[in-house]
């Protein structure tokens, strides 16, 4: 596993140039790309091909026949390190079930970069990747997320970023604090650090199009900064205990933003069930 620059060239490493000129088989996400870097730094690939989202499947068989005759396979991707949101996973796991030797050879991470210069916590945290495209399926993942409290990576496209951050604005609150970091290693690389609606305030004042490749940090929930998580089923135990079913559920429902008719049939359901086991 091969770990190739996220812009700047210079971040290259002796080690993986020498690994890359003495594989016997390169395989890279795009070879055009990877063909550039090889150039640059006057690497003869002995053989080129590729290995992306949509032939990985394909691929992996014959790699791992090639590495038993004795073939030295590195793998690329287009920037920073292998299987990071970028295709390998079969490959490596393939290795491993056939007792192949699988090594890094470390370098550039986008994730640890942005985490690095962010300025929020780095002793825990989650790694989410790109965020769904469409908008309901991100709100959903962003609300599974809203009581997480190690801080948070996502990678982000610059046309959709303006739309994620507005989006964690409502579910996670304005005042969360967060990074955008753009560009990173790259010439015009920026870097922006408040809250979120400091972020998004910034982003909707953009009059040209924003590019590049964007990395958002956001910290994790704490007791300020983020809604409790409340166990539905504990709720509506307890008050049924101590409450008939109907005040009950709508007392749950104030608490959790539940439909109250909703709750109120499953604490039925509750208590049949606890009746069905006593008996």
Request: charged share 25%; glycine share 6%.
């Amino acid at each position: 596993m091969v770990a190739t620059p996220i812009g700047n060239l210079d971040d290259f490493s002796a080690r993986a140039i020498r690994v890359l000129s003495e594989a016997t088989v390169i395989a890279a996400e795009d070879t055009r790309r990877t063909r550039t870097l090889l150039n640059h730094f006057g690497i003869r690939a002995q053989r080129l091909l590729s290995l992306h989202d949509h032939n990985e499947s394909q691929r992996v068989n014959g790699l791992i026949e090639e590495m038993r005759n004795g073939s030295d396979v590195a793998l690329v991707s287009d920037a920073g390190t292998p299987l990071i949101s970028d295709p390998g996973y079969r490959l490596v796991r393939a290795a491993r079930d056939q007792s192949i030797d699988v090594l890094t050879i470390p370098g550039p991470s986008a994730v640890t970069s942005a985490l690095s210069i962010s300025g929020l916590a780095t002793d825990r945290f989650t790694f989410e990747g790109f965020l769904p495209s469409r908008r309901s399926a991100r709100r959903a993942s962003l609300e599974s997320l809203v009581g997480e409290t190690r801080t948070m990576v996502f990678f982000e496209s610059a046309r959709r970023v303006a739309d994620s951050v507005s989006d964690l604005c409502e579910i996670f609150g304005e005042q969360r604090e967060a990074a955008l970091c753009r560009e990173m290693t790259k010439r015009f690389e920026s870097i922006l650090r408040g809250d979120l609606k400091e972020i998004a305030r910034y982003l909707a004042a953009q009059t040209e199009e924003i590019k590049g490749e964007i990395v958002l940090v956001v910290s994790g929930s704490s007791e300020m900064t983020g809604p409790a998580i409340v166990n539905e089923a504990l709720l509506l135990d307890l008050l049924g205990k101590a409450l008939p079913p109907r005040q009950a559920s709508e007392i749950a429902a104030r608490i959790t933003g539940g439909r109250k008719n909703d709750l109120y049939q499953r604490l039925l359901s509750l208590q049949a069930g606890k009746n069905k086991s006593s008996t």
